[in-house]
């Protein structure tokens, strides 16, 4: 019995191990300018100078929020 109970508090730990990684990635998407910048990329690689072009704001700030979404 004990052996079952062990399993079930492995299962337990790895789920809630998803939950932690698939909430970190929603904060992470969760800001306006993050959100725009997925986007922008879609399914195809695009340059900082292109993003910085479509979204509209500075190159700097488009590395911080890329080095966020990382």
């Known amino acids: 019995m ?3 109970e062990e399993i079930s508090d492995l299962e337990l730990l790895e ?3 998803d939950f932690n990684r698939a909430s970190r990635a929603l904060k ?3 800001h306006p300018l993050r959100l725009k910048i997925l986007c922008t ?3 195809e690689e695009v340059s900082v100078q ?3 072009e479509q979204v509209g704001t500075s190159q700097s700030n488009i590395s911080q929020h890329l080095a966020i979404l990382r």
């Open 50 to 52: 292109d993003i910085v």
């Open 2 to 4: 004990q052996k079952q």
């Open 28 to 30: 992470a998407m969760s």
């Open 15 to 17: 789920e809630d191990s």
């Open 41 to 43: 990329l879609g399914e």
